[in-house]
Nanobody, 119 residues
Framework: QVQLVESGGGLVQAGGSLRLSCAASTSMGSINTMGWYRQPPGKQRNLVAVITPGGGTNYAEAVKGRFTISRDNAKNMVFLQMNSLEPEDTAIYYC?????????????WGTGNQVTVSE
């Protein structure tokens, strides 16, 4: 019913850049907030950045000034431009979307995309 397909992860040296993309497809209702969460090895999943349909954004403190989230509402896509990457950014990055299902908003996740930043 809801599918989130991520792309763009990989291996990069510290100081480098990567761009993540996520395409959402749904047979349900409209898509509200979209964004990215990440899970470093051995740690819990935490917010990286989210964006509303109107362009309102919220970033984790650790990525402010380095990462930029954007979206294309017409294509149901969300992007994460990651600059000045640090080894601490190494994690599995999950695309997120809040989708209307009848009267309820439900949270959906992609399968994850590995980002590895080497020293």
């Amino acid at each position: 019913q809801v599918q989130l397909v991520e792309s763009g992860g990989g291996l990069v040296q510290a100081g480098g850049s990567l761009r993540l993309s996520c395409a959402a497809s749904t047979s349900m209702g409209s898509i509200n907030t979209m964004g990215w969460y990440r899970q470093p090895p051995g740690k819990q999943r935490n917010l990286v950045a989210v964006i509303t349909p109107g362009g309102g954004t919220n970033y984790a403190e650790a990525v402010k000034g380095r990462f930029t989230i954007s979206r294309d509402n017409a294509k149901n896509m969300v992007f994460l431009q990651m600059n000045s990457l640090e080894p601490e950014d190494t994690a599995i990055y999950y695309c997120y979307a809040k989708v209307l299902n009848g009267r309820s908003w439900l949270n959906y996740w992609g399968t994850g995309n590995q980002v590895t930043v080497s020293e």
